[in-house]
């Protein structure tokens, strides 16, 4: 198990890594910067780079993780590339229903590929299911979403990249952030400021993850600096199922 630093989990489970870019929000890839840096050394996980690998030694981790977590499925990956085989993601789904203790958000930008194998995939009641939409373009994300029967479905808006008009009929949680690290694009304090409203409208917690590299006025100030307030509030709010049946 990895415990985690991101804010909305506690820990991160990759029976998969690697990935390839798909869409605005993956420019900037943290785990593609991470991965990278170790290629080519003998021996490391990450000797192979980003490239997508397999990695069923890490299968049955979470059965063995006595205490209850939530746990981040695929913080360097995606459960659903296209590369990941049907039977794999199957393994996984069935290794989440048997560790009925902890509580897994999978998070995926492959959505038309959740709601092709969602029919045939058990969705037990501590399984959370979410799409990223950075931008407007891939708001028909969520719409592939609506199709996972999950107890709780979810959307991260990060990193946040335009204004959002959402659909949030059926969806149970919102994340919003913006982009940190080299190269990282700033957030306009509008945009979050819109989904956070149409969250409260809507009655769907809505989870602010940070400002990013960037402050409210634009500067570049860093992670830490800039912090995860908005308009003076901490906004940390979890779907009400949060309790794992």
Request: aromatic content about 10%.
């Amino acid at each position: 198990m990895q415990r985690s630093s991101i804010e909305w989990t506690e820990a991160t489970w990759n029976p998969i890594t690697g990935c390839t870019q798909i869409s605005p929000g993956c420019a900037h890839c943290y785990a593609l910067t991470f991965a990278e840096r170790f290629r080519g050394v003998p021996g490391h996980p990450y000797e192979n780079g980003f490239d997508l690998q397999l990695r069923p030694d890490r299968m049955e981790q979470p059965l063995r993780w006595k205490k209850p977590r939530t746990i981040f499925v695929n913080s360097m990956s995606d459960l659903f590339h296209e590369e990941v085989p049907e039977d794999y993601i199957q393994q996984v789904f069935a290794v989440m229903e048997s560790a009925s203790h902890h509580r897994f958000q999978v998070l995926t930008k492959r959505s038309e590929r959740l709601a092709q194998l969602a029919p045939s995939l058990p969705w037990p009641s501590n399984v959370w299911m979410g799409v990223s939409v950075e931008n407007q373009r891939f708001a028909r994300r969520i719409d592939d979403l609506r199709v996972a029967p999950a107890t709780v479905r979810f959307l991260s808006c990060e990193p946040l990249l335009g204004e959002l008009d959402l659909d949030l009929a059926e969806i149970h949680w919102v994340i919003a952030g913006g982009e940190s690290g080299p190269g990282a694009r700033p957030m306009d304090p509008e945009w979050v400021r819109a989904v956070r409203d149409q969250c409260v409208n809507a009655e769907v917690p809505f989870f602010f993850k940070q400002w990013g590299a960037h402050d409210e006025m634009g500067g570049r100030v860093g992670k830490k600096r800039a912090g995860r307030t908005l308009d003076g509030e901490t906004w940390s709010h979890m779907p009400e199922a949060s309790n794992v049946a």
